[in-house]
């Protein structure tokens, strides 16, 4: 789905992706013509720790550039610097379910 | 002698109190006010839960519940959505520097899911625990597990399958794709079992109850005493279910 904001194409689409070993993982995006996040949304049936982390992270990863190895260095920091506790999901997935919204 | 924890039997409610009295004895005891608690209970009306992190009208037809009499509230824990019908559903409560409460979360919901299959032996019933959070028999889910730590105290509740409707809980619940619903369907039924599957008769509440209470004791080693919410448990009960689960702004977060 597209937008036409100012300059911008605004983009918005998501992901559903069952994490190997894990819990389904659903993520909501908007993007600026898939160059950076404007907006997100982590959904699914994983559990984290504290329960909190999960909109602290969306905030995190809100203006990020929509790069792979990029977001995956984002998470993992955050995860790591918050002592957070993810089950059933994790960096890595988290990183893919956010590539997989720029297939659409 | 064993340490005594208190047992709490509180029979049916609805779904958002169902959540509200767990909350309420999450805060007591938090503040000293409750000793450990094992409590048992039930919905009614049939609820369906979902988990923190999901989105309510992503997962829950929401004409299908109406139209059902089926409620839904959104729990504080994570997890999957949950159809709450024929069950017993237990929490417990507990600090988290508690000595018999793993300082690790993996492994404490293991203890605790292995406090369940003690009580399913008591009933003959022999289960094997698949991490993170189920319970399995021959293969098949008869028990499904969520835990939180807020307040440093541990609120883990479950579910213990007595009978299942899987045409009527998915009914209820939203598929990614209808066209292969038919297939979801079959494949659930195969997946899921229960307490009246597994023993070929319908077992009472109470008699689930009290194999689930010894469960609990001889896994803990604790005495459970039975006892009541306390009037601070119920104020805070009202508190919670008027600000959090009784609202809509709870329930439908994550939109």
Redesign the interface.
């Known amino acids: 789905m597209f937008f036409i904001c100012g300059h911008l194409f605004i983009m918005k689409s998501q992901s ?1 992706y069952k994490v190997p070993q894990g ?2 993982l ?1 993520i909501s995006l908007e993007s600026d013509n898939k160059q950076h996040i404007k907006d997100i ?11 909190e982390s ?1 909109q602290k992270l969306e905030e995190v990863l809100k203006k990020s550039l929509l790069e792979k190895n990029q977001l995956f260095t984002i998470i993992s920091h955050f995860i790591s610097s918050n002592e957070v ?1 993810f ?2 999901i994790d960096a890595e997935s988290l990183t893919e379910g956010i590539m997989r919204c720029l297939d659409e | 002698m064993s340490e005594e924890w208190r047992l709490l039997l509180t029979g049916q409610h609805n779904a958002a109190e169902n959540m509200a009295i767990d909350r309420a004895i999450l805060t007591a005891h938090s503040r000293g006010l409750v000793p450990p608690t094992v409590r048992f209970y039930s919905w009614s009306p049939p609820a369906i839960s979902i988990g923190y992190f999901q989105r309510l009208y992503e997962e829950i037809d929401i004409e299908a519940c109406k139209k059902h009499g089926v409620e839904y509230v959104r729990r504080i824990t994570g997890g999957g959505a949950v159809f709450h019908e024929h069950e017993l559903t237990y929490s417990l409560v507990i600090s988290e520097k508690h000595p018999k409460i793993d300082t690790n979360i993996l492994e404490s919901y293991g203890s605790i899911c292995g406090a369940v299959m003690k009580g399913l032996s008591y009933l003959d019933i022999v289960s094997t625990y698949a991490p993170i959070n189920d319970i399995l028999v021959n293969g098949k889910k008869i028990s499904g597990n969520a835990q939180t730590r807020k307040q440093k105290t541990v609120l883990q509740h479950g579910t213990i399958i007595m009978d299942v409707d899987v045409e009527k809980m998915f009914s209820l619940l939203k598929v990614p794709n209808e066209k292969i619903k038919d297939k979801l369907i079959s494949d659930v039924k195969q997946r899921v079992t229960s307490v009246k599957s597994q023993m070929d008769v319908m077992i009472p509440f109470d008699t689930v109850a009290e194999a689930m209470k010894k469960g609990f004791e001889d896994t803990f080693d604790v005495k459970l005493q039975l006892g009541q919410l306390t009037s601070d448990e119920h104020e805070l009960t009202e508190e919670y279910f008027d600000t959090c689960f009784g609202t809509k702004e709870w329930n439908d977060q994550r939109l």
């Open positions: 559903i819990k389904l659903k949304s982590i959904s699914g049936d994983f559990f984290a720790y504290p329960e999960i506790q089950i059933g």
